[in-house]
């Protein structure tokens, strides 16, 4: 590859983000192309979505597909499409998700408690976020071997979040992610392909938030936005030396050098570093 850091292009590059059509996956898919990057965007059902994100860009930049990350032939689809359209795939986001509002829409001020949990709405978060992380990889990662180069980015969140009451499956979801992202980049170490994790570092103004959550509350969210320029460096050969690590995208400073950036923004993945508040 040769594509600069995040204040720079990505001209050449090519992406894959799940989920891509709302919430931090619609942000993630806009920077990237914004940034010189040819995108596949997926969703699992609202293809108007993705369609919507791919019609910003007239000069055949956004790929819009319908795939459900749960289905391992549908990832495959996805990468063949990808290859098919732009010659290769470079990055692939784990994006796509399904949130505690599967469980109960009041779940930030009424939880449910785990053993009052509906099963198949455990299922289906714990197959999105978990196993539909993995297909997607498996998917992808035979092709970033052959190019000796890639990113994995897995869309991770707090560690309270991990912890609180009333929100299995979500948090152990995501605890899941965590774990996945160490194994696996210890399983990459030295092919070239990085895997890391990046959350946004606070609750965020996507769909994941409830109808009930308090109108007065909304303002003090994260934009879907911040994740944009941590993730543009994890896209780029500036972050070929850092893999199994997590990057909090609200610490990461705009105003400092990539270098110095990083730096604040980044821990290893994991319960390494579990008694910091992120």
Not at 160 to 179: D, H, I, N, R
């Amino acid at each position: 590859m040769n594509v600069s850091s995040a204040s720079g292009s990505l001209e050449g590059t090519v992406a894959i983000v799940t989920g891509g059509g709302r919430g931090l996956g619609r942000a993630m898919a806009r920077g990237l192309a914004r940034a010189g990057c040819k995108v596949v965007v997926t969703a699992a059902r609202e293809k108007t979505e993705v369609d919507e994100v791919a019609s910003e860009f007239n000069d055949s930049r956004v790929l819009a597909l319908t795939a459900d990350v749960t289905q391992p032939d549908d990832c495959q689809r996805v990468v063949d499409a990808t290859v098919a359209q732009f010659g290769r795939l470079d990055v692939l986001v784990n994006n796509a998700g399904r949130g505690m509002k599967y469980i109960n829409d009041r779940f930030m001020t009424d939880p449910t408690p785990f053993w009052e949990t509906n099963p198949t709405a455990w299922q289906m978060i714990i197959d999105t976020n978990v196993n539909g992380t993995f297909f997607m990889a498996r998917a992808a990662v035979p092709r970033m071997l052959s190019q000796r180069w890639g990113r994995i980015i897995n869309i991770s969140a707090n560690y309270a979040t991990m912890q609180l009451p009333g929100f299995s499956p979500y948090g152990p979801s995501k605890a899941a992610v965590e774990s996945l992202t160490i194994i696996w980049a210890q399983d990459l170490a030295d092919t070239g392909v990085t895997v890391n994790a990046l959350l946004p570092g606070g609750a965020t103004l996507t769909g994941m938030v409830p109808a009930s959550f308090p109108q007065a509350m909304r303002t003090s969210l994260l934009a879907p936005e911040v994740m944009v320029p941590p993730l543009l460096w994890l896209a780029s050969d500036a972050s070929d030396q850092t893999t199994g690590k997590r990057l909090i995208a609200k610490m990461w400073r705009n105003d400092l050098s990539d270098t110095a950036a990083t730096q604040a923004a980044v821990q290893n993945a994991g319960w390494a570093v579990s008694s910091l508040p992120l």
